[in-house]
Structures are given as structure tokens and as C-alpha cells.
């Protein structure tokens, strides 16, 4: 709930008033909850809505520049150095990339520095990409109830997704890469 | 079969995706918000391709391990605020007349 407020004000102070505030909302407002849509949904809906109306006050959002969060970024989400460019070749992996063992998800989480690495590239990811992979990979809320509660298009949501998780999975292959192997 | 020939065929065998096209659908892949049509294409790519089905394992196991990164935690001092806060509501919600009983219960 921190990291998605973070995306809409300036500082972490703030984002906590707007997350203790949020609370506050849902327990005042409990009763006016209709079920409609899941109670987390409902939840990040009040701290998304907190936030941007305290990130106005603090002019650090701008309404309706969410909308277009697609276009933050621009270029391929995967390097083009990754693929040959030229030749018969063109679009083929220059560096195939490599089989990862069964339990990869394991032991990237036992790794303190391999949390924090993953924790950092969260951290650093623009505030709109950063929303869309909280809300879908973390919190595991629906890409139809995340374009809902960010006001973003379907399309928007799958781009900002793809090129968080492509950065995200190379943070994790850079680990996997100097990653000290136990001697069997 | 000379070598570009070879190519050739391979690509159309493979639904004429290019592995960078099919990387760049793995996130609609794993959402299942393609069309039948470009699904199948891309299942027969990596049916035929060992470095895109590696690929799409690693996009595999880099969701599960965000799905399983331990939950944020809360700075006990939020915690405490927000308990403090939570207890003056539930004493105004509970005095009949909406006033708080907060002192008095102390």
C-alpha cells in the first residue's frame, strides 16, 4: 500500500498519512461497501483515490497523467541488443537464453541480497509501472480490477506490465549469474 | 538444404514469429489474453524453439518469485497510529451519542 501511494507523493512521510488515512476510510466506510468489486480491490481504489487527492495538494500529480502511463517509456522493453538484427538470423536470440532449475524462485528469496535486489528494482521502476506490478504480481488483484483502480486502458496495463517484468527478470538473471554455487 | 533455405522454412514452421516477437508476447502469453490465432502461433514457436521456452520459464519463475517476496512490513509506528485511531473510532461508533468515551474507558 506504501509503494502505491509512493507512485502519486512526494515523500515516504506523506505516503504513510495517506495509507493510515485510507484505513481510516475503510473503517469509517465498511458499511457502505457493496461487494461489487473484492474488498482488496476496494481497499487500493480508497489508498489510489487518498493518494492522488494528497499528490494534487502536494503538486506532485497531475490528474489524467496516469491515462497515458503507456507512453512514460519509450523504446522495445527487451534490448534490442538481446536479438541479431541483420541477416537470416534477424530476431533470433543472439545469446539464447538459459534454463533456470526448478526451484530459481527459492533460492532468489533465501538470498538477502537477492530480495533486496528484486526490492530495488521494484523501488526504481517508474511510479506507473511500479503500480501495475504491485497490483497484479504482488497483490495478485485482476488486470481487469488493476485497470480499474489505476484508470488505465487494458493495452496500457499489459505494456507497463511486460516492461516491468522484463526488468525484474533480468535483476533476477544478473543474480543467477554470479550466484555462489554450492559444491555437490 | 542450403542454409538460408533451411531458415526459411523454420520461420514459416514456426508461425513466421520471431523469437524478439514472441518475448515480446510472453506477458499476454501467460495472461491468456491473446487471440486463438496468435496463441497458436506462438505455442508453435516454442514448441520448436528451446531458447523462447527457456525465456518463458524464466518469466515463469520470476512471477513466482514476486508472488512469494515477503509482505511489506508495516513500521510499528503506523501500526501503533493506526491502532490508536482504529480504538477512538470504535469508541465514537460505540457511545450513543457519537461523542467519544475514549477518556472515560481509560
Known sequence: ???????????????????????????????????????????????????????????????????????????????????????????????????????????????????????????????????????????????????????????????????????????LAEYLSHEPRSVK | MNKQLKNRLMAYMAGNLSCREVANLITEYLDGSLSLGQRLRVQIHLGMCFACRNFLKQMQYTLLTLQRLPPEPIPPHIKEELLRRFRHWRSIQSSPDGSSTEKTSQ
Not at chain 1, 14 to 20: N, S, T, Y
Not at chain 1, 48 to 56: C, D, L, Q
Not at chain 1, 127 to 134: A, G, I, L, S
Open chain 1, 1 to 171: 500500500m506504501l509503494r502505491l501511494a509512493l507512485a502519486y507523493v512526494p515523500s515516504h512521510a506523506v505516503a504513510e498519512e495517506v495509507v493510515q488515512e485510507a484505513w481510516m476510510g475503510v473503517f469509517e466506510g465498511i458499511g457502505r461497501f457493496e461487494g461489487r468489486s473484492s474488498f482488496q480491490t476496494w481497499l487500493f481504489r480508497i489508498v489510489t483515490n487518498r493518494a492522488k487527492t494528497r499528490g494534487v495538494r502536494e503538486r506532485r500529480y497531475e490528474p489524467f497523467g496516469l491515462g497515458n502511463a503507456g507512453d512514460e517509456e519509450e523504446g522495445p522493453s527487451i534490448e534490442d541488443s538481446l536479438f541479431v538484427t541483420q541477416g537470416d538470423l534477424q530476431g533470433h536470440w543472439v545469446t539464447p537464453p538459459q534454463a533456470w532449475e526448478p526451484d530459481t524462485p527459492e533460492r532468489a528469496l533465501l538470498s538477502k541480497e537477492c530480495r533486496e535486489a528484486i526490492t530495488r528494482a521494484i523501488d526504481g521502476l517508474p511510479p506507473t509501472q511500479r503500480q501495475v506490478m504491485m497490483l497484479r504480481d504482488i497483490e495478485g488483484v485482476s488486470s481487469e480490477d488493476t485497470c480499474n483502480i489505476l484508470e488505465i486502458s487494458e493495452t496500457n496495463q499489459r505494456v507497463l506490465l511486460h516492461r516491468a517484468r522484463i526488468k525484474v527478470r533480468k535483476v
